[in-house]
């Protein structure tokens, strides 16, 4: 029996079937993403029209609002001033945030598992992970400002009554200069050295100076939940104290 040819081009061939669950970006992904964004862009259009903004009654300066919060998507940054420095918070840390989202695909240049999705993406769980920690750690900022935060920036849990004024902090207390600087020294030392002893294959792979920058973002990133731990529980004002700027 002859075989017939095939004459079908490569631009006409169907598109293969993936297996163990797997789906193309395009257009099976894609798709999928165009129908959600359609479906939310009708819910927020919806909400607009049958409820109103949440505005308050028109500025008096004859009297300052206890406390006075910055709109929602900007309180995060007005919490991170109760932890650091005005410049500290308000120049250099958003400055890092933006300068470490763009050198990350200069920093991850493996092409292992690139186009999967998932938690158990081939290998990238650890990258995942403190990428989601980094995004949920600024709406974690935003909650605490937004809804903890009560007259004179108190914290006021959920169980508290916001029509007692809490007194203003008395009982912060920050270390001497020297523990200070030994605590973040061996804080950096550490960090930079036991994932090199551990993950040995990271410096091969990335080099000294990306594992280097990528380590350092990574630390800078989680000494924040850190500080604001140390200051909410430990009542520590600054870790290190100098006459030029505290942290």
Known sequence: MEKKPNNTSPEQSPVPEKENG????????????????????????????????????????????????????????????????????????????????????????????????????????????????????????IIIGEYLRGPNWQIYWPWEDWSVTKPMEETLWSPSPWIGVCLIGGYFILGLTVPALRYRWLIRSMGTVRYLIAIVLLLLMYAIPIKIILRIFFHIRYVLITPWFNI
Not at 31 to 53: C, S
Not at 70 to 93: K, M, S, T
Not at 115 to 130: K, P, V
């Open 22 to 141: 797997e789906i193309w970006t395009f257009p099976d992904l894609l798709y999928k993403e165009f129908l959600a964004m359609g479906i939310i862009l009708v819910v927020l259009v919806i909400w607009g029209i049958l409820f109103d903004a949440p505005l308050l009654e028109m500025a008096n300066p004859a009297r300052s609002e206890n406390p006075a919060k910055a709109a929602w998507y900007f309180v995060g940054l007005q919490e991170l001033l109760v932890y650091f420095d005005p410049w500290i918070a308000g120049v250099a840390l958003p400055i890092l945030i933006i300068l470490g989202l763009a050198v990350i695909p200069y920093l991850d240049t493996t092409r292992y598992g690139m186009g999967y999705y998932g938690f158990s993406g081939r290998g990238r769980m650890i990258i995942t992970i403190n990428f989601i920690f980094g995004f949920l750690l600024w709406w974690i900022l």
